[in-house]
């Protein structure tokens, strides 16, 4: 169910013609998105969206908009950095109410800059709406503080994959395996055992616990707890497949007593779609 926009008790603003919201659309569970989230997505015209956005969450938009892929995945056609741009230029060019939606926060790892400044360049009107990021929310999932009193006073969030697809030579590893004592890796699947070894090498403890976890926060979230060492191989063996995330550090420990999914009773588990599913 949704919450209308007159029953929350405060009003929303809404997309303006001729404007783009660049917007979060949290890690996956459409109970993450922003209020802000959903009145862009109940206001747009056109929404150009990412492969990491559900069905379900389109499924909130006005029934006769445009909706636009941009994503990556999936084997459907999809459209390059550029072209995304241009296209958020366009369309808000035609007096369009445009939504640019993106997996989790726009500006984590999601090309959210890049996208504003073709804006500001185009002199395109934009709001920018933070999303639930899933490197804070997919630990949360599977019941991991990302920071824990007395275990950690800094957590660091590092992309394990460049834009050339390489592990990114502008990253540290050593630097980080000495600085960071809880180590959240975006897009690190396919790097697991060259990152792995790098920490290892810059002096972390090959037993450090680590979790992975796929899917986060969507009914098909699974979470497997390894060793820093054991990790690339536990990838293999338990088929995590991307999207995921890498979880380094001690309060991976605390799963084992604050695993609350576990707990949830199937009725409130997830956020159920309802009704017509856009043809997406
Ligand atoms: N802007 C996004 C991140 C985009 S990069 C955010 O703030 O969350 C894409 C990477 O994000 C994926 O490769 C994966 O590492 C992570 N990711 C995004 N959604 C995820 C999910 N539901 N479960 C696990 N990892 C996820």
Redesign the pocket.
């Known amino acids: 169910m949704t919450t209308p926009r007159d029953d929350i008790g405060f009003d929303l603003p809404q997309i303006e013609p001729g404007w783009v919201w660049l917007t979060?659309a949290g890690?996956?569970d459409p109970g993450l998105l922003t209020l802000l989230a959903l009145a862009g997505l109940k206001s747009a015209d056109v929404i150009i969206y990412d492969a990491?956005v559900s069905e379900t969450i389109l499924n909130a938009a006005r029934p006769d908009v445009e909706l636009i892929y941009a994503g990556k995945r999936g084997g459907k056609p999809s459209l390059k950095q550029p072209d995304i741009s241009a296209k958020l230029v366009e369309q808000a060019k035609l007096g369009k109410k445009v939504l640019r939606l993106?997996?989790?926060?726009?500006?984590?790892?999601?090309r959210?800059g890049e996208e504003a400044l073709a804006l500001v360049e185009a002199n395109i009107p934009f709001r920018l709406v933070p999303?639930?990021?899933?490197?804070i929310?997919?630990p949360a999932y599977a019941g991991i503080p990302v920071t824990h009193r007395d275990a950690n006073h800094a957590v660091t969030f590092v992309?394990g994959?460049s834009a050339a697809g390489d592990v990114p030579d502008s990253v540290d590893w050593h630097a980080i395996a000495k600085t960071a004592p809880v180590i959240v890796?975006?897009?690190?699947?396919r790097h697991l055992g060259l990152i792995t070894e790098r920490l290892i090498a810059g002096g972390r403890d090959p037993q450090e616990p680590v979790a992975l976890?796929?899917?986060?926060?969507?009914a098909d979230?699974k979470v497997v707890t390894t060793t820093l060492q054991g990790c690339s191989q536990s990838a293999l063996v338990h088929e995590i497949k991307?999207?995921?995330?890498v979880v380094i550090g001690k309060t991976v420990n605390l799963r084992d007593q604050l695993d609350w999914l576990r707990d949830l009773p199937d009725a409130t588990r997830d956020t159920k779609p309802v009704g017509r599913q856009h043809p997406v």
């Open positions: 979060g890690p996956g990491l993106k997996g989790g926060d726009p500006f984590v790892f999601g959210g999303g639930v990021t899933a490197g929310a997919g992309t994959h890796l975006y897009m690190a699947m976890i796929a899917q986060a926060t969507t979230q991307p999207p995921a995330l």
